[in-house]
């Protein structure tokens, strides 16, 4: 989910009429029309629809104070993990201004993903992998950022300023933005719930130097509901509203670089990558309809691939099946770790002999999550055969654990 990347300006566009790629913007109304901070919104809300947006509203760049303190508890609990970055940029992150000194309004977007499909169903498919809504179709990364870029191009055309735009990989706080802006609010699962959208919005932000009317953020709809915690396989919430990543499922297959701790292992189940149990049991969502961009709905090879195939992945054959996909950003070992995982809790003894044959992976990761794999799926004196066979040979300390674990000494 999160590439921390650069902070971008946009280039203003010579002309009023720009062109994102295969949209253009219509020509809603010249600068000569563009008057009062009101009509910027409201030109600029036209033209965020014709490019495919599905939400938009303004915040105020003023950050809440509750905001700065759930982020400063947040990482003095150490509940990011390993995801040294967000404590690394926290002024930025904390307030907007320190980001860029001179924005003045915070205009945050959103792009309905709403599924064709109800997402959990795959679960119970154990020979098969749930990949999470979000990365089963185009990377929202590449799609949203050319459009929030082609806006941006349009805004400072038509109406002056300067602009830049985000999404997911900078130091921006999405969700409170767009709970300020009143796009939603962030539910107790900590993810923006939309009354139009439920939980299946993508959110992007332009920062202006223009001054634009604040919408009025949206308040908490949660009620007595607690589905979302209830439902987690991890138990990753120590209370509503927090969430702890090295617990959560989408950290510890998407972000989380070294072995995945045994005491989650069984709880993953068959989710390889990313996670949606929270999000898709949210009663909101009965209001949801599906996304209407072609290029984020569901690659048909990626709804119930079969974790014989993933498990068989190179990195040539990795790279090619997932070039156009948020999946390629893990990188294959880490990807082919998490499908071992699955193919562990899978109870099919017929895909011992996959994580068998990548015993002897040049990966240590792969390696070790192989060894944890035939540990649940075949018995003991095979894995000493195993052992024998393979783990003498092991040099890494991490794999050796691995063996050690499963009461071998390799
Ligand atoms: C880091 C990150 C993660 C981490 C941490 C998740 C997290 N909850 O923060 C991990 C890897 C786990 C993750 C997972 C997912 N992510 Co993510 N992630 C981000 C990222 C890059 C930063 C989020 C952040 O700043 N977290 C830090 C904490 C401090 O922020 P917070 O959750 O807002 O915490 C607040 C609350 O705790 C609150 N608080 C504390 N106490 C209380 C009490 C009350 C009463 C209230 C109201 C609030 C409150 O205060 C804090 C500050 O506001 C954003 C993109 C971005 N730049 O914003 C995407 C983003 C949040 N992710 C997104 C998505 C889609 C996901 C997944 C659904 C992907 C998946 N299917 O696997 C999961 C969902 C897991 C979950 N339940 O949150 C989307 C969410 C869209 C939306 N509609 O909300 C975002 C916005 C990316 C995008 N551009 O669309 N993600
Ligand atoms: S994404 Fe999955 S693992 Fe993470 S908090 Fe939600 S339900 Fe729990
Ligand atoms: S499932 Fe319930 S508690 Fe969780 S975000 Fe939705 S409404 Fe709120």
Redesign the pocket.
């Known amino acids: 989910m999160v590439r921390e990347g650069e902070v971008e300006a946009v280039v203003p566009a010579a002309a009023d009429r720009v062109l994102s790629g295969d949209r253009a913007i219509p020509d809603l109304c010249g600068s000569r029309l563009l008057k009062t901070p009101g009509d910027i919104k409201h030109a600029l809300a036209k033209a965020a629809a014709a490019l495919g947006f599905d939400a938009i509203a303004v915040a105020s760049p003023v950050p809440a104070p509750a905001v700065q303190q759930g982020l400063a508890e947040f990482l003095a609990q150490g509940l990011h993990g390993d995801m040294d970055w967000m404590a690394a940029r926290s002024e930025r992150r904390g307030d907007p201004r320190i980001l860029w000194p001179d924005v003045r309004a915070i205009v945050m977007l959103g792009v309905n993903y709403g599924p064709d499909h109800d997402p959990t169903v795959i679960l119970a498919s154990r020979e098969r992998a749930a990949i999470?809504v979000y990365a089963k179709g185009d990377d929202y990364h590449d799609v949203i950022k050319k459009r929030l870029k082609a806006l941006a191009r349009w805004l400072t055309a038509q109406a002056g300023g300067d602009a830049k735009v985000f999404v997911d990989t900078a130091a921006v706080m999405e969700k409170p933005l767009a709970a300020a802006a009143g796009l939603g609010w962030q539910g107790k699962?900590t993810n923006l719930v939309s009354r139009e959208f439920g939980s299946w919005l993508f959110l992007g932000a332009l920062f202006t130097t223009l001054e634009l009317p604040s919408d009025p953020a949206e308040t908490d709809h949660c009620g007595t509901c607690s589905a979302?915690l209830d439902?987690?396989?991890?138990a990753?919430?120590p209370a509503p509203y927090r969430?702890d990543s090295r617990?959560?499922?989408?950290?510890l297959t998407i972000e989380h670089k070294g072995p995945i701790p045994r005491h989650l292992r069984s709880l993953m189940g068959n989710?390889i990558y990313?996670?949606?149990?929270?999000?898709a049991v949210c009663p909101w969502n009965k209001f949801a309809q599906q996304g209407r961009e072609a290029k984020l709905a569901a690659r048909a090879e990626l709804k119930a691939p079969a974790l014989a195939e993933l498990a068989r992945l190179d990195d040539a054959a990795f790279r090619k099946l997932f070039a156009r996909s948020a999946i390629k950003r893990t990188g294959r070992d880490r990807f082919v770790r998490n499908v071992l995982i699955a193919i562990g809790n899978s109870r099919h003894s017929a895909l011992a002999a996959y994580a068998e044959s990548l015993l002897t992976d040049p990966s240590a990761i792969v390696r070790g999550a192989a060894v944890w794999a035939l540990g649940r799926l075949v018995s003991k004196q095979a894995l000493t055969a195993l052992a024998a066979k393979y783990g003498t040979a092991e040099r890494d300390a991490s794999v050796r654990e691995e063996w050690a674990s499963e009461g071998i000494a390799a």
């Open positions: 999470s699962h979302c439902i987690c396989p991890t990753a919430f969430l617990r959560c499922i989408s950290y989710r990313g996670c949606d149990d929270c999000l």
